[in-house]
């Protein structure tokens, strides 16, 4: 007999029931250290008292309206995201999957009106994660995200992951766009070197194709820069955004030049909901913490100072652990025991992370832990993998 949840999830048997900063608490008064948060999304920690702030005295306003009309909350967050990046305009949807729908529709529109209606296809690469819907899987490509739920959606070309001598090949008269994560996220914490993502960019812009940057995981400060590209000194055409900016609150964007969002007028795309004013309130707030430098200052200190203890553990459990990879507080280690027995044993002494391919655990803590919580985590993490050895 199917449960009434869809049984979709292979979900750990914790039932947490209240958050604050890097703690989760039990129903049954346990205290876990989130070094996952909720996959990257609860950016500011958990029930963060400047969010609880905004969010309750929104909510004591107006929650919905419906994108028929203005709503100053959004006009507000978008003229932040505006402002702070390579951005001239802004859509926002409700998670990281609709993000991905729009920024292929906003690719594909573009040719077409330029009357190019053959470029269609998007170059995409293994390991890669972009969401569940249609589009998502499809740019994916991976069986795993895909058996069973075909037939898939056209137009995306899979290349090999650092595969360079595939790339200019692949460009054909029917190419659109390159999409692709700074970070792979789901793919075992990949970070794509700063002189490839330099390199995507030129060749964008000698094939007059668009890049397509993927920041749903890697965004919102969780590399030490308010997005991972900016490491590059490059800049996107169409930059999807979700989890970390809204703090814990269902919210994402489609961020664009005026150039690439062209061919988005009236009546091309929508969402009852995307936008409302409960999540751009709390996204606003997201965005003045975070994108503070000092802020980010401290991003990068604790991310430093967090991958020195992690090399540290690593060298000391050489039959648990392989190597740390990752950049900023968006952190891996690639196991030598099964990542996911490494997760399940963390549950045992309280600590959270989050399994991903190529036998990663994931480190994703709030950007809010504190050097004390990084101390704890090690120890954690530490008595995890004697647990194991």
């Known amino acids: 007999m199917i449960a009434p949840l869809l049984p979709t999830y292979a979900r750990a048997p914790l039932s947490f029931v209240k958050g604050e900063g890097s703690w989760l608490i039990e129903a049954d008064g346990r205290r876990f250290l989130d070094l996952g948060a909720g996959i990257a999304v609860n950016a500011l920690g958990h029930a963060n008292p400047q969010l609880v702030e905004v969010l309750t005295e929104q909510a004591q306003n107006l929650w919905h309206t419906s994108n028929l009309y203005n709503i100053p909350q959004q006009q507000a967050l978008a003229e932040k995201l505006v402002e702070a990046t390579f951005a001239d305009t802004v859509f926002f949807t409700n998670s990281g999957t609709e993000a991905c729908e729009l920024a292929v529709k906003m690719a594909r529109k573009y040719f077409y009106d330029k009357g190019q209606p053959e470029r269609v296809e998007i170059i995409t690469f293994s390991g890669s994660f972009h969401g569940r819907s249609s589009a998502g899987i499809a740019a994916a490509g991976s069986e795993k995200m895909t058996k069973g ?29 390159i999409l692709i994560e700074p970070v792979q996220g789901e793919g075992g914490i990949v970070p794509l070197p700063d002189q490839c993502l330099k390199g995507l960019r030129d060749l964008c812009d000698e094939k007059g194709i668009l890049l397509i940057l993927d920041e749903v995981q890697c965004g919102v400060g969780r590399t030490g820069r308010l997005f991972a590209h900016e490491w590059a000194g490059i800049e996107p055409d169409i930059m999807m955004v979700a989890k970390g900016i809204g703090g814990g609150f269902p919210l994402g964007a489609v961020l664009a030049t005026e150039n690439a969002a062209s061919g988005m007028t009236a009546g091309t795309h929508g969402s009852t909901y995307g936008g409302n004013p409960l999540g751009c309130a709390v996204g606003g707030k997201v965005m003045d913490i975070v994108s503070a430098p000092e802020f980010l200052a401290e991003v990068n200190r ?47 002494h309280q600590v959270i992370t989050v399994p991903a391919a190529d036998n990663v655990i994931r480190i994703l803590p709030p950007l809010t832990i504190t050097d004390e919580e990084i ?10 993998a004697a647990s194991l050895s």
Not at 150 to 176: C, M, N, R, Y
Not at 338 to 347: E, I, L, P, Q, S
Not at 375 to 384: F, G, K, S
């Open 375 to 384: 101390a704890e985590a090690i120890n954690r993490l530490d008595a995890t």
């Open 302 to 348: 604790k991310a430093g100072l967090f991958r020195q203890k992690l090399e540290a553990l690593v060298a000391s459990h050489p039959d648990v652990f392989e190597a740390v990879r990752g950049t900023g507080l968006m952190l891996g280690i690639k196991c030598k025991a099964t990542n996911a027995d490494v997760v399940k044993a963390g549950y045992d």
């Open 149 to 177: 739920f075909g037939p898939l959606l056209p137009g995306f070309v899979h290349l090999q992951w650092a595969d360079h001598d595939a790339l200019e090949p692949a460009i054909t008269d029917k190419t659109a766009a």
